[in-house]
């Protein structure tokens, strides 16, 4: 279990390293744009990288694929258009509601237990990410009940933690040995086909630079083809409250590489809050059962 954890700590700093690389090609491609692209590429690239195996398909894989893609680009396209409505701040905060709603989504749809010590650690999880992210969100000098009143933005970021959750509830349930691969494929090219589907409501503009073709290339490969191998190999392997909390480690990983390429140095109070999601992390990789049965 312990290289389940790891495995999946891996991803975050994938994702967490997508942000200031992504910032820098956003200039020369237009958002919904930027992820058609990239998960185009990372469908195309995957059965190369994997084999034969990814292409072994059925008609319960391909609704499920389809459906672990549906919420996977509801996550991206909703985070997306919501960030032109509100502050990053804001919208780090408010996605990072998928660490409490996975177990909550897990007991309400599939009746999951829960562990008394897992609804600890997801509690210390997002009262980090609160840490982390509030004093950049509230604004001084204006009253706090109508700074976290939500906007337009705030809205369209909501759903998006709620596709993050649902997604990450999904890939317990469905993922195995046997069909990680296809599956995992499958919500790749989903994912692509369904942003290519909303390009017209995108303001499109491309640029092929030097900085765009990396940013695509290593969100495809990375973030992207790694990324959603290993959720689906190793994410069963642990509670689906304890991925989900592993997960939160996200925008650590973004502060880190943040500090690392554009030399932002960050502040105390994320070094308390990236504690306090270690911490989290520390109680949730001591629970070994599983929360839910595999379909």
Known sequence: MLTAYLALLGVTFFWGFTFPIVQWSLDDCSPILFV????????????????KKSLSLDPKLIKRGLILGFFLCGGYIFQTIGLKYTTSARAGFITALYVPLTPLLAWMLFRAKIRKRMWLAALIAFIGIVVLALPETLVDGTSVIKQLALNRGDKLILVCALCYALHILL???????SSELPLSWLQLMGTGLIAGALLPVDQLHFNLTRELSIALLFTAIFASVIAIWAMMKFQPRVPVTGAAIVYSMEPVTAAIAAWS???QIPPTVTLFGAALIIVAMIVASTIQEPEVTRT
């Not at 058609?36 to 084999?51: K, W």
């Not at 890939?171 to 040995?177: K, V």
């Open 36 to 51: 058609a692209l990239r998960f185009a590429i990372a469908g195309l690239l995957f059965p190369l990288i994997f084999g």
């Open 261 to 263: 390429l554009q030399d």
């Open 171 to 177: 890939i317990n349930r469905w993922s195995n040995e």
